[in-house]
Every structure is written in C-alpha cells, then in structure tokens.
C-alpha cells in the first residue's frame, strides 16, 4: 500500500459530551507509506492551521511536536501515585499559616474562602491541561512563549521563579525560627543570652553553606526526589499532632503564660518606683469563644496565604505526562483526588490549631507552641521532621529555577561549573538575605501568594486558554468563562497587593520606621 491511513476513533464520546470538554484521541495506524500522502479523519479538518499542525505534527513528519507526548508515548505511573505525586505539591509550609488566616477571617468566612480557591485552583488546571492538547506543549514557559511570544514567555518564567523563591524562603524561614528552638531543647538551654548557635540568623546561613548549597550543586538529584514523599509524611504526623494537642493544651494557657510574665516585671517595677503598680490580667471573657466573621487590618492576608497553599501548577503538566492511560479526564479525577485530600488537611489543621489558640496564634502555627509548650517532646519531634523535610526539600526547588534560568540565558550551551556553581550560590545568598530580613513568615505567604501565586492560578492559564483555544469562539461559554476567570484573577492580585502594602506602610508608620 503507498499510502498512510490515519484513522481518529472517539474513545470518549459520551464522557466528553456531558462535560462540554473536546474529545480525547487515539489514533491508529494501518501501513507507513508516504507519509506526504497520509489522510486524516479528524472533527479538526477545516480548522485553522494551528489546529491542523498540531494533530499531523510529527506523524507527517514536517516538524517534530516539541515537549508534547502523545497518547503514542503513554506515560507508566499509575493513577493512586499520580494523585500522590500531585498531593506533594500542593502541601507544602503554607499549611503553617492556615490557622492564622482563621483566626484573622473566623470560621465560617474562612472555610468559604478555603473551598473557593481550591475550586478555582482544581479550574485553573482544566484550563491549563487544554490548553497544553491545544499549544502542543507540556512546559509552561512554551505555552507562554507559543501564546504571546517573548512577553508570555518571561511572564511565566517570573512568576515560576517568584513562586519557587517564596517556597525556599518559607522553608529556610521555618529553619531560622525552629532550628533554635530544637537546639535549645537538646542542651536544655531555657533563655538564649546571645549564644551565636541560638541565633536564627546565623543558623539558617550555616545550614545553607553546609547541607543546602552541596545538595544544590549535584547535576542529578537522584534520591533527593524522594523528599516530596517524607515532606507529605512529616506533614500528616504534624496534622496529627495539632488535633492531639488541642485536646491537651486548656484554653488561656497561652494568656496565662503572657500574664505571669507581665506581672513578674511589674513586681520587679514596683520594687524600685516610687509608684504603685498593680496586677494585670488580659484574658477576656470570650477569649476561648470561636469567631465566625472576623475583619481586621491582617485580614488581607488570608487570599494570599491560601493561594500560596494551593499552588501546584507547573507539577500538573509532568504529572499528566506520566498519567498511565492518559487522558485530560483521567488527569482531572487525579486532581479531584488530590485537592480534596489537601482540602481536609488544611480545614482540619487551620480548625484544630484555631480552636486551640484561638486569636492568640502566630502566623508560624509551630512557633506557637513552640511559646505555650516549650521543650514538649512530641513537638521536638515533629519539629525535626519538619526540618529535615524542609531542608531537603531546598535543593530540589532550587534546580527548576537554575534550569529555567540557564536555559533562559544560556540557552544551547554546553554544561560549565562556574556558571552552574554561580547560580546556585546567587539564588541562596538571596534567599537568605530575604529571610534575614523580612520580619514574620505572613509577609512571604502574602506577597508571594498575591503575587505570583496569583499569576499561576488565575491570570496566565485563562490567558493562554483565551489565546491558543482557537476551535472555541470567543462568544463560546467557555471562553466567557476564562475571561471572567481571567478578570478575577486580575482583581484578587491587584486588591490583594493593594492592601497587602498598605498594611505594611501603616504598620512601619505606626512602629517609627
């Protein structure tokens, strides 16, 4: 036979009809004649050319389909480990925070905007696994290069590497504040008098020099994958661990502590004044009553701490590479799975560390009881699980930015240490300089949440979805969608950031700086 026949059989018809979705494709082939005489049987013949290119690209053999397996090249990891994968890389430190968004947002107000971005996070990877059939790309900065040029291409780059940073600062954040506190457990220290091993500053410097950076300068990570996996674990021990100790900590504690402290140096005052100063108290009456509506200064935080949390975007795309079976349905049911699992781990942590500290939590759920419990022995525990997690956790994040950063400026050029070895030490000396400097971990959650969180969440897969879903009329429900997803997104960064700064200026006014 001289000709090539390439037959499309609809394995998804009824599926894909009562979600509105494209159908999904799976080809057949019936000899390898010319490949310039091959016929296709398509719903897209007639489209537009983009269209046309995509599904002949590579079978005619006229340009090869860049970063794009098809259903040819079926990925092997199975449907539970894909969904565990993704779980990875949803949780991550911002379930730290949770608890203090609640208690600055209250209960009911709270779990409205948790089940808000998760549902429009699970939309977001929709539009991003479309668009990528569409673009013919699994990599998002060729989606936004193939979308929007050169403009769309460092969009997504930025807000890929902004995302990253703000995920090693929180992790090297956790090991300022937390690594002194173990210290100080093990050589039964219980006030620091200056010691430079119970400085955070100092601390988080030499864990970057000595464990990180070496890490971070293999050319394979190898074995340092299977970090995400002891991450998720030391995570669910810590979950485990809030809901015991809401259980075991009475309510007030923590003011009480505050109290005896407060009124020791007033006694101390009184003793050398020539003035009576009397006993203080500042437990409330309702100080252990939950609130369900909550609207302070800090309340701006609490967008920008969730989108932080449910960030998990650039994994989709690999993931859904490897989906055994592979289809944008299949891909969908892992994320359902997925971000349902973080759903309840994030109500349930944020619920449980609220109810326990009520308006008294810090916006570093462990530093908090680091202050009410100190050396307590299951919370050393956790402490060096979450440590351990996070510092290994540090090199992997740090290879994607590398990588993305030399091909960006280094693009087609052999390997060089120097280079290699530069990049690596600049991105931590930044890191920690951020670190030193930035006064609470809340301030990485917000502005990172606000702002590139945002623009992996909302702004870049509605906008790419709008510019390369060519098949769909812009009148079409779901581009009105996308463009309304689009404008939303547009609005929780713009607003989010608005207040985010005006709460730092007010603050710096108000303490003199």
Not at 258 to 285: G, W
Not at 403 to 428: D, Y
């Amino acid at each position: 036979m001289d000709r090539m026949e390439l037959r499309k059989v609809n394995t998804d018809l009824d599926e894909e009809s009562n979600s509105g979705d494209s159908t999904e494709d799976t080809y057949t082939y019936t000899d390898m004649g010319d490949p310039e005489k091959a016929t296709i049987s398509s719903h897209f013949v007639g489209d537009d050319a983009e269209s046309q290119k995509f599904l002949t690209n590579g079978f005619l053999g006229k340009k090869k389909l860049e970063n794009y397996s098809d259903e040819y090249n079926p990925g092997d990891i199975s449907f539970g480990m894909s969904s565990f994968n993704l779980s990875n890389a949803i949780m991550g430190s911002g379930i730290l925070g949770l608890s203090y968004a609640m208690a600055n947002t209250g209960i009911i107000l709270f779990v409205i905007l948790l089940l808000s971005v998760a549902i429009m996070s699970l939309y977001s990877v929709h539009l991003l696994l479309k668009t990528s059939k569409e673009g013919g790309s699994l990599i998002y900065e060729k989606l936004g290069e193939k979308a929007f040029g050169w403009p769309g291409k460092m969009s997504a780059f930025v807000s890929l590497t902004m995302q990253n940073i703000g995920a090693m600062s929180s992790y090297l954040y956790i090991v300022k504040y937390e690594l002194p506190i173990v210290i100080k457990a093990f050589l039964n220290v219980k006030e620091s008098t200056g010691e430079w091993y119970l400085n955070g500053d100092y601390l988080v410097i030499l864990v970057s020099l000595w464990l990180i950076l070496p890490l971070s300068l293999l050319k394979n990570l190898g074995y340092l994958g299977y970090t995400s996996g002891f991450s998720l674990l030391c995570m669910v021990f810590f979950l485990i661990v809030v809901i015991c100790k809401k259980f075991q900590i009475p309510c007030g504690l923590e003011s009480d502590l505050i109290n005896a402290t407060l009124n020791t140096t007033l006694e101390h005052l009184s003793t050398t004044a020539p003035f009576h100063v009397s006993e203080v108290n500042i437990t409330s009456d309702d100080q252990c009553t939950p609130k369900y509506f909550i609207f302070n200064s800090q309340t701006v935080y609490a967008v920008p701490i969730l989108t932080f949390s449910f960030v998990c975007h650039p994994a989709v795309l690999p993931i859904y590479e490897e989906l055994k079976g592979r289809s944008r349905r299949r891909m969908m049911k892992v994320s359902n799975v997925s971000f349902f699992a973080m759903f309840l781990m994030y109500l349930l942590a944020a619920v449980f560390g609220y109810l326990t500290f009520y308006g008294n939590v810090e916006p570093e759920l462990l530093h908090t009881y680091a202050e009410v419990l100190g050396a307590d022995v299951l919370l050393l525990i956790v402490r060096l699980a979450v440590l351990m997690a996070v510092t290994l956790t540090v090199p992997v994040v740090i290879f994607p930015i590398r990588s993305s950063i030399t091909q960006l400026l280094c693009s087609g050029k052999e390997f060089s240490w120097w280079r290699h070895t530069a990049i690596t030490m600049a991105l931590l000396v930044f890191t920690n300089i951020l670190v030193i400097f930035v006064p609470t971990i809340r301030d990485i959650f917000g502005f990172i949440g606000a702002s590139a969180a945002a623009m992996l969440i909302f702004i870049l897969p509605s906008a790419f979805y709008i510019k390369l879903v060519k098949k769909e009329p812009m009148k079409s429900v779901q581009k009105i969608g996308a463009l309304l997803f689009l404008i939303s997104g547009i609005f929780v960064m713009t607003g989010s950031m608005t207040l985010i700064i005006l709460d730092w200026t007010s603050n710096a006014a108000s303490n003199g700086h």
